[in-house]
């Protein structure tokens, strides 16, 4: 049986990394901060309470766009420390800019492939919470293979997080939504917060409402929350 340490490196990729324009107050962010609030990416364990300077519970987002919303977690609790991966450099530079403003300390980035992350820096049974929110949908057919949210991540996640950990996903493409939840459900390690709920969880209150979120529910769109804990 294959072991999450033992993946091949990935040759099919969830991002494209198409950098995008970088404001002056992203990049000012970036030359300014990545040194305090980055880590560099390494092929060695990473000791995440050395990261942070502190023992306290340890979340890791993937994927955390412009950083609105990680900022404004981290900010509501700053009991907690939250490690954002993330490849693009205006994202990056949005999030430590959000930093600096709000003086965020239990902040911490690594701008690298998150599957790379995991398989060599992220300990074992080290994280208390693991945060996707909005992924990537790929929605032609021919692209979902490049989908976040396959089997191999799910088992190397699961295999990162504590005992009672919990994994939450979010997004607004239903049809993603059913192949998360099929994804999810098929891990033996993780456990469905919500089954009595056709497997779809409302949407906890640690989670903002983002304005594009906003703006799609005034549409009649719908957003699919999933939270599973490790068993």
Not at 150 to 179: F, N
Not at 189 to 214: D, H, I, V
Request: glycine content about 6%.
């Amino acid at each position: 049986m294959t072991t999450p340490e033992q993946l091949p490196r990935r040759a099919i990729r969830s991002f494209v990394l198409r950098q995008g324009r970088v404001s002056a107050a992203q990049q000012r962010a970036h030359d300014a901060l990545l040194p305090r609030f980055g880590i560099p990416f390494a092929p060695a364990p990473l000791s995440l309470e050395a990261a942070f300077e502190r023992k306290a519970p340890k979340i890791l987002e993937i994927g955390f766009g412009m950083g609105e919303t990680t900022a404004r977690i981290a900010a509501a609790n700053p009991d907690k420390d939250y490690l954002g991966i993330e490849v693009h450099t205006p994202g990056v530079g949005s999030l430590l800019k959000e930093i600096g403003e709000k003086g965020l300390t239990n902040i911490r980035i690594i701008q690298h492939d998150a599957v790379e992350v995991l398989q060599t820096m992220i300990e074992p049974e080290s994280l208390d919470g693991v945060h996707i929110f909005f992924p990537d949908p790929w929605p032609k057919k021919r692209h979902h293979k490049r989908r976040l949210l396959q089997p191999p991540l799910i088992a190397l996640l699961a295999s990162r997080m504590k005992p009672g950990a919990y994994l939450h996903t979010a997004t607004d493409w239903e049809e993603y939504a059913v192949q998360m939840l099929q994804v999810l459900s098929a891990e033996p390690t993780l456990l469905n917060t919500a089954a009595e709920a056709a497997g779809f969880a409302p949407r906890p209150s640690y989670r903002p409402q983002t304005k594009f979120e906003t703006r799609g529910l005034k549409l009649g769109h719908c957003v699919w929350d999933l939270v599973f804990s490790k068993r």
